[in-house]
Structure formats: structure tokens, C-alpha cells
T-cell receptor
Framework: AQKVTQAQTEISVVEKEDVTLDCVYE???????LFWYKQPPSGELVFLIR??????QNEISGRYSWNFQKSTSSFNFTITASQVVDSAVYFC?????????????FGSGTRLLVRP | DSGVTQTPKHLITATGQRVTLRCSPR?????VYWYQQSLDQGLQFLIQ???????AKGNILERFSAQQFPDLHSELNLSSLELGDSALYFC????????????????FGSGTQLSVL
């Protein structure tokens, strides 16, 4: 069965530190999608990235970067030079259903607190 | 602003009651999704509609039902409410909602906070 594990419940860092959020997934499918979402204190869910299982290239977007490794079933998320505005709960998610790309299985989330 | 509108923002009701949550997708989006975020279950997918028809089903209870209308807005109906149904219910929309669209994003509304007392 599919599963997403975010072992880090809460992380606290000081502003400007780098921080990595871990995500490990389980799936029997060879074709699947992985996602990261951000949930700031205001409550809405903000899309950060979608990656399909055929694309193992790492991606960088500004201070954000993602490391996808199929060999270890991990899709880790790194924030470089963290800022207070990065404080939020971050969710990793998996989708196996090719007819519905957003039938998402979410991890339990990692709460990131960035202190000034 | 994601462009997805959910009403009401907050709902307080009693056990045994029935409520309806409403969602208007982003202009042009054909797919609507419902998710539930609770302390016990975390975030979980409930159901997806595409252009008026059910496309995918997740962990949706039989007491819950949804529909998508011709104008593409969607309603999630929760009946015989129990204390454990208290949660934040999110609606989201996407342009098509199939796995074949590689760059398609999912946009979430701000949620309806349901409290069952």
C-alpha cells in the first residue's frame, strides 16, 4: 500500500540557517507523482512542487531545492538561508492514480519554526 | 488568492445534524477535489469530480456525499454528524485533473472549519 512518512514532527532553526525536511514514500507503482505543499499559519495549502517518477533531476527554485532519489524512495526538501516567513507546516504527498493526479496521500507534515 | 472560493469559512453545529459546504473552483478549472484535515487522520483525500462526474474516491464516509453542478461549483454534504467529523475541509481545483497533464497544478481554497459539538 502507498504511504508517505515525514519522520520530523517539528524543526526549529534560527533565521539564515539551512534546513532539510525529509520525506520517504512507499509505493508498488513504477509511475507516480510526488508533491510538496506548504501550510502557513493562515491555513491555506500552497503548492510548491510536483515531480513525476521518471524525472529524477533535482530541482532548485530560489531558496528551495528538492532531492528526489528513487533508490531510497526519498523526496527531501531543503530551504537555504531560511527566513521567518518560511515558518509553516510542510506536507509531502504521493499520487499513484494516473486517472486522477491529485488523489493524494499526504504525510503527517513537518512543522518548521524559523526564529529571528 | 488561489481563486478557489469556499463558504462558509466556519461552521458550528451539533451531533446528528447535516451541513453543506460549498466550493467554487478557479475560473476554467473542470476538476474539483475535497480533502479533510483532522487531528486524528491528518490530511486525506475524500473525492474528486470532473466536469460534473465523479472521477476518484478516497476515504469518504457513506454519511458524506458530494456533487458538482453544471456551473462547476461543488457541494460536500455531511450528514448524521459526529464529534469526529470536526475538521478543516478543503476544496481544490485543477484544470483537468488527470495524470496526463504534467504541468497542471492544484489550487486550494482556504477551507471550511467545521466544529461538531
Amino acid at each position: 500500500a502507498q504511504k508517505v512518512t515525514q519522520a520530523q514532527t517539528e524543526i526549529s532553526v534560527v533565521e539564515k540557517e539551512d534546513v532539510t525536511l525529509d520525506c520517504v514514500y512507499e509505493t508498488r507503482d513504477t509511475t507516480y507523482y510526488l508533491f510538496w505543499y506548504k501550510q502557513p499559519p493562515s491555513g491555506e495549502l500552497v503548492f510548491l512542487i510536483r515531480r513525476n517518477s521518471f524525472d529524477e533531476q533535482n530541482e532548485i527554485s530560489g531558496r528551495y531545492s528538492w532531492n528526489f532519489q528513487k533508490s531510497t524512495s526519498s523526496f527531501n526538501f531543503t530551504i537555504t538561508a531560511s527566513q521567518v516567513v518560511d515558518s509553516a507546516v510542510y506536507f509531502c504527498a504521493l499520487s499513484e492514480d494516473m486517472d486522477s493526479s491529485y488523489k493524494l496521500i499526504f504525510g503527517s507534515g513537518t512543522r518548521l519554526l524559523v526564529r529571528p | 488568492d488561489s481563486g478557489v472560493t469556499q463558504t462558509p469559512k466556519h461552521l458550528i453545529t451539533a451531533t446528528g445534524q447535516r451541513v453543506t459546504l460549498r466550493c467554487s473552483p478557479r475560473s476554467g478549472d473542470l476538476s474539483v477535489y475535497w480533502y479533510q484535515q483532522s487531528l486524528d487522520q491528518g490530511l486525506q483525500f475524500l473525492i474528486q469530480y470532473y466536469n460534473g462526474e465523479e472521477r476518484a474516491k478516497g476515504n469518504i464516509l457513506e454519511r458524506f456525499s458530494a456533487q458538482q453542478f453544471p456551473d462547476l461549483h461543488s457541494e460536500l454534504n455531511l450528514s448524521s454528524l459526529e464529534l469526529g467529523d470536526s475538521a478543516l475541509y478543503f476544496c481544490a481545483s485543477s484544470a483537468s485533473g488527470t495524470g496526463k497533464t504534467t504541468n497542471e497544478k492544484l489550487f486550494f481554497g482556504s477551507g471550511t472549519q467545521l466544529s461538531v459539538l
